[in-house]
């Protein structure tokens, strides 16, 4: 049975990664999680605020802009739980130390800037690529999504400019014309992309005048989105493709490579079941692929993608008519 696969360049022997999240904080859960057959980690993100704010004397987290007006404090990472930035280098170190596989590091980004150096640090750092987590909420109607996007691509320019490690760009399915914008940064030199970000959810407190945030962990369901956002890009960009969020079973990476997906990332799954959850999962997946006469990953992958479609926009249209009717 064949799972090996190609993520940025890099040679897996399975599909499973370890997505961006606390599981990679504690060493020991690292070890633990390479024991069980991680196929490669990727770190929690580092975000251009705690950058820049380290730059800037402390400037995004000072308690001026913090009682500037009632969220403020929600959108600034915790500073008791986040990595400085120093502290996310050396923690890099240690990590690929202890690992063995390949260590991807992760940048939450939204701007141009000063902090893009830091890339060049994580690669020197021991980094064998880097996710860019390029978030941006549109939310000043004066910037239009052409300026948003443009924005984008700059930032993946820069980065690539700075590093010889490939770079996987991590996404928000937010986008007006999501499978052009993608193409735009497969051309732009971004080896791979993630699909997608996970938004947390909001709520307000009527009594309090107060909003509500929280992450809540992913299920199955949730990946019905990034199952479609995979198959409309099979084949028609170069770039990697990796799906996040919504991956707990073998079923799901099933579903995933079908689609054409290179690798799958499991956070969610393995915060409820454990580091050891990872060798249930391809053991699973072994299974089914064999009671299914599937000899490789690489046969199955993109084999229920767009691109065998040759009119995706109509096949998406009928099939909604007929849902509806």
């Keep these: 049975m064949n799972l090996t696969t190609d993520y940025l360049g890099l040679q897996l022997p399975h599909p499973l990664i370890v997505g961006s999240g606390p599981l990679t904080d504690d060493i020991d859960t690292v070890k633990e999680l390479v024991d069980s057959g991680a196929a490669a980690l990727v770190l929690r993100s580092l975000y251009e605020e705690e950058i820049t704010g380290e730059q800037m004397a402390g400037f995004f987290n000072s308690e001026s802009y913090s009682d500037s007006f009632a969220e403020a404090s929600s959108y600034a990472p915790d500073p008791e739980l986040a990595f400085g930035p120093e502290e ?5 170190r240690r990590v690929k130390n202890a690992a063995g596989i390949p260590v991807i590091a992760s940048l939450n980004c939204m701007t141009p800037g000063s902090w893009m150096f830091h890339a060049r640090l994580m690669e020197e750092a021991g980094a064998d690529a880097l996710e860019l987590n390029i978030f941006h909420a549109a939310s000043d109607p004066s910037m239009s999504c052409s300026e948003v996007e443009a924005q984008m691509i700059r930032i993946v320019r820069e980065v690539k400019k700075e590093l010889r490690i490939p770079i996987a760009v991590k996404l928000s399915p937010l986008f007006t014309a999501f499978a052009h914008f993608a193409r735009q940064l497969d051309a732009a030199g971004a080896d791979g992309l993630v699909l997608f970000n996970r938004s947390h959810r909001v709520d307000i407190d009527v009594l ?4 509500l945030r929280a992450m809540e962990l992913s299920t199955s369901s949730d990946l019905e989105l990034r199952l479609k956002g995979t198959a409309i890009l099979a084949g028609r960009v170069k770039a990697s493709l990796a799906v996040t969020g919504g991956v707990h079973n073998a079923h799901d990476v099933v579903k995933a490579t079908m689609v054409g997906a290179h690798v799958t990332q499991m ?3 393995l915060l409820r079941n454990g580091p050891r959850h990872l060798r249930k999962v391809r053991a699973d997946l072994e ?5 299914n006469e599937w000899s490789s990953l690489d046969e199955m992958r993109g084999n229920m993608g767009f691109e065998r479609v040759p009119d995706p926009a109509a096949y998406e249209r009928e099939n909604l008519r007929k849902m509806l009717r």
């Design 88 to 92: 996310y280098l050396e923690h890099l």
């Design 208 to 211: 309090e005048l107060e909003v």
């Design 267 to 269: 956070v969610s799954a």
């Design 287 to 291: 299974q089914w692929m064999d009671e």
